[in-house]
């Protein structure tokens, strides 16, 4: 059933992954948390770039409550949200996600694990889990504390304060915010213009950024990297390519 609330579609080096289940705002069940999972985590080889949509008109209502009881037994619910999480971080691909109207509670611990985020204006971000007596993950929790200011993170979990699209802007929880209905379309545009050649370095600095952002980078072993990916014949394409493009051109070493 989860390969239904998943829209799976590629184009190039992008896969768009959508929610669809209209009837409930893509409320995140069970079988959809386990279809975005899965698809993340199996995204094939030629796949540089991930995009993470709702739709035109709702990113996520958020947790499904109806398979929610509002007891201890609902922390395999966590669990679910965590894989998806977990692959969306351990993946060496970019993932963004493309936010339209409202991303709420556990759509939004999944938006903030992404890359970054681009929302339709009128989009919205908030975690009201207080509001329903609910102390949140606590390993999300830290998670968002390491990655976005104090301030953002008590106002979003303390006050379960609803950011509209410009304050999240402000609040560094939206990247970018686009015209209404084109957050897919711009996250689209923004991957389209990986290719193969670029994969080796996507790759490698997706994975550094999760080590360091983790506290468990080797630097040493990280500097042979770059020496590897300095002389491997990707490299040496590119470099080649630009000298054509910018002939003549004062330039820049990238």
């Given at each position: 059933?989860?390969?239904?609330?998943?829209?799976?579609?590629?184009?190039?080096?992008?896969?768009?992954?959508e929610?669809k289940?209209?009837?409930?705002?893509?409320?995140?069940?069970?079988?959809?948390?386990?279809?975005?999972?899965?698809?993340?985590?199996?995204?094939?080889?030629?796949?540089?770039?991930?995009?993470?949509?709702?739709?035109?008109?709702?990113?996520?209502?958020?947790?499904?409550?109806?398979?929610?009881?509002?007891?201890?037994?609902?922390?395999?619910?966590?669990?679910?949200?965590?894989r998806?999480?977990?692959?969306?971080?351990?993946?060496?691909?970019?993932?963004?996600?493309?936010?339209?109207?409202?991303?709420?509670?556990?759509?939004?611990?999944?938006?903030?694990?992404?890359?970054?985020?681009?929302?339709?204006?009128?989009?919205?971000?908030?975690?009201?889990?207080?509001?329903?007596?609910?102390?949140?993950?606590?390993a999300?929790?830290?998670?968002?504390?390491?990655?976005?200011?104090?301030?953002?993170?008590?106002?979003?979990?303390?006050?379960?304060?609803?950011?509209?699209?410009?304050?999240?802007?402000?609040?560094?929880?939206?990247?970018?915010?686009?015209?209404?209905?084109?957050?897919?379309?711009?996250?689209?545009?923004?991957?389209?213009?990986?290719?193969?050649?670029?994969?080796?370095?996507?790759?490698?600095?997706?994975r550094?950024?999760?080590?360091?952002?983790?506290?468990?980078?080797?630097?040493?072993?990280?500097?042979?990297?770059?020496?590897?990916?300095?002389?491997?014949?990707?490299?040496?394409?590119?470099?080649?390519?630009?000298?054509?493009r910018?002939?003549?051109?004062?330039?820049?070493?990238?």
């Amino acid at each position: 059933m989860s390969g239904n609330l998943v829209e799976q579609s590629a184009a190039g080096a992008v896969l768009v992954l959508e929610m669809k289940d209209p009837a409930s705002r893509n409320a995140l069940s069970r079988a959809m948390l386990a279809g975005l999972a899965e698809a993340v985590a199996g995204a094939g080889d030629g796949i540089l770039g991930i995009v993470l949509t709702g739709g035109a008109e709702c990113f996520s209502a958020g947790g499904d409550f109806r398979e929610l009881t509002g007891t201890s037994q609902d922390l395999d619910y966590d669990d679910a949200v965590s894989r998806v999480v977990a692959a969306i971080l351990d993946s060496d691909r970019i993932v963004v996600a493309a936010i339209e109207g409202p991303c709420v509670g556990a759509a939004a611990d999944i938006a903030l694990s992404c890359d970054y985020r681009i929302a339709g204006a009128g989009s919205f971000i908030q975690i009201p889990a207080v509001r329903l007596g609910l102390l949140y993950n606590p390993a999300a929790i830290a998670r968002l504390r390491r990655f976005y200011p104090s301030d953002t993170v008590r106002r979003l979990l303390l006050a379960g304060e609803r950011f509209d699209d410009h304050e999240a802007r402000r609040a560094g929880l939206f990247s970018r915010i686009v015209a209404k209905g084109e957050a897919a379309a711009a996250a689209a545009r923004d991957l389209e213009k990986l290719d193969g050649q670029q994969a080796p370095a996507v790759r490698a600095t997706k994975r550094l950024l999760a080590e360091l952002e983790a506290g468990a980078a080797d630097a040493a072993r990280w500097q042979r990297r770059r020496v590897e990916l300095l002389d491997s014949e990707q490299r040496r394409i590119a470099v080649q390519q630009a000298r054509e493009r910018f002939a003549g051109k004062p330039g820049t070493q990238g």
